[in-house]
Each structure stands twice: as structure tokens, then as C-alpha cells.
């Protein structure tokens, strides 16, 4: 769906620099923009979801790790411990970034559409005020 966004968005940059019209053109650049933002959101939080456990499993590790080295005597500590490992704590950080990059992704996918609506609509004014000569 990004590149289907993008190759609208490059279809109307070439349609407003041929019109010569500066409305046309910052609605096909913010549509080509947004197009680019999306597809990238959208790779990263379904192709790349696996780095993202990764990632948080690793800050935890990293984190429980210095909290041994500080406090590894204390009982308190080791209480921590055991209830990150039975909570899982950091599976649970991960499925909420995870599902925050896929909400910001469906949000930007959504104004991407919205934009797309109202270039269409820019296009169909522009025709009406007889902007284009050759339509």
C-alpha cells in the first residue's frame, strides 16, 4: 500500500510541475512524504519485530546485570529479580513499543489517505476553475 501511495504521489508531482500549478505540488510532495513515512513505519513494526524483543530483552539483561554488580548482595535485588523473570516484564515492554509503532504507522497511513483524498479533490477543483488547459 506505501508503494501504491508513492506512485500516486509521483503521478501527481509529474501531473502539477507539467500544470504549473503550487497547491497541486505541495499536495503531492506532503503525499509522496507521508508515502515514504508510512511504508517505513509499516516494514519496521512487521518485518522487524523481532528486533524489537531483541532490543528490550537486552536493555533488561543489561539493566539487571549493573543492578548485580551495585546491589547483588541485597535481598531486595533478588526479589526484583525473581519477579522480572516471572512477570516477564520485558516481553510485556516490547508487545507495548511494538504496538505503539504499528498504532503510529496506521495513524500516519491514515493521514497519508486523507491527503491522497483531498490532492484527488484538489485535482477535480483545479479542473472545474479551468487551471488545466488541457483538461
Known sequence: LGVFI????FLGLFGALRANANVLLAYAIIVLLMGFATLGFLIFAFVEHTFIHAFVGDAVNAAIKEGES?????????????????TDCARAVAD?????????????L???LLSFLTSALAFVLARKIKVYDKL
Open 70 to 86: 551495585k546491589y547483588g548482595s541485597s535481598k531486595k535485588w533478588a526479589a526484583i529479580i525473581d519477579w522480572l523473570e516471572a
Open 96 to 108: 507495548a513499543v511494538e504496538d505503539e509503532l504499528i498504532t503510529i504507522g496506521g495513524c500516519l
Open 6 to 9: 508513492i506512485a500516486v504521489a
Open 110 to 112: 491514515g493521514i497519508t
